[in-house]
């Protein structure tokens, strides 16, 4: 029998049970007061198609001490998820708690409209209509920062690249090596995504080997992730670093993916990290 070759440090089988564990995380009772939208399903671009619809949810805070906001991008695996999800609630009450303005996107989904270029071209389309109205909120357009969780940190990240007007990036337990996964989903889910079996083209896609972000990054990751290693934040972390680009990578001791769903220290910790970073 001839031997497997060890797998790569980082390249974990993505498989079904690692996927349940982190949907339990969704189903579980809040641990912490949600604040209510102050505006509901915003449109943000014509709809095109029968798809997702292009709606964001605005929080603001009733005491704002701080002409800059935040757009949120939820994740999912490019597959589930929406813009009220509990992770998003969850930062969306801690950010307005500390005076910030947030927006929250809602993008096109595998088989709910798109793959990787309807979903960028969502999130890159809701930076631009909350670029145009930030004036009427009374907040400058210069200081808009993008923070995208797990698949929506993909998007988050590609879509910065691409928006050199958006001011700071914060991406968690973001996958940055989509053309990395394996195992049964791995498989199935970049093809269906990227909309080619070719893997050069997947890896120029994935936000490692991509155009870089040039802003200041926050990355954040869980040692315990079994969904996306936390060797890809520290990949990534070493790319920019390579490159000269102002990167900070937090890793959190137990955490796992998805922090933001459970009563651990890496949620409330997170959120202090990200309310620095962008403020």
């Known amino acids: 029998m001839t031997p497997r070759a060890p797998r790569r440090s980082g390249v974990r089988p993505l498989g ?11 189903a579980a009772p809040d641990h912490f007061e949600a604040i209510a939208p102050c505006e509901v399903g915003v449109p943000f671009r014509a709809l095109r198609g029968r798809c997702i619809a292009p709606l964001m949810d605005i929080y603001r805070p009733r005491d704002p001490r701080s002409s800059a906001s935040v757009v949120l991008v939820h994740g999912g695996g490019f597959v589930i998820g929406s813009r009220r999800m509990k992770a998003m609630r969850f930062l969306s009450s801690r950010l307005v708690a500390a005076g910030l303005t947030v927006a929250s996107v809602d993008y096109r989904l595998i088989f709910r409209g798109g793959g990787l270029t309807e979903a960028l071209d969502d999130v890159s389309a809701g930076i ?3 670029r145009s109205r930030a004036p009427r909120e009374g907040l400058d357009p210069e200081r808009i920062s993008l923070v995208g969780l ?38 199935v889910l970049p093809p269906l995504l990227f909309r080619t079996p070719d893997r050069a083209a997947w890896a120029s896609r994935s936000p490692r080997h991509a155009a870089q972000p040039t802003i200041p990054t926050l990355l954040l990751h869980g040692t315990d992730d079994d969904l ?16 000269g680009l102002p990167t900070r990578l937090v890793v959190y001791p137990g955490a796992p ?11 409330e910790e997170g959120a202090r990290e990200l309310i620095a970073h962008v403020s």
């Open 16 to 26: 079904p049970r690692a996927v349940v564990r982190t949907l339990r995380t969704l």
């Open 128 to 130: 631009d209509f909350w």
């Open 150 to 187: 797990s698949a929506g940190g993909a998007l988050a990240y590609l879509a910065a690249a691409q928006e050199p007007t958006v001011h700071r990036l914060a991406c968690c337990f973001g996958a940055y090596e989509v053309d990395q996964i394996e195992g049964p989903l791995g498989r």
């Open 228 to 243: 996306i290693p936390v060797q890809q934040a520290e990949r990534l972390a070493a790319t920019r670093e390579s490159l």
């Open 257 to 267: 993916h998805g922090f933001f769903n459970l009563p651990v220290p890496a949620a």
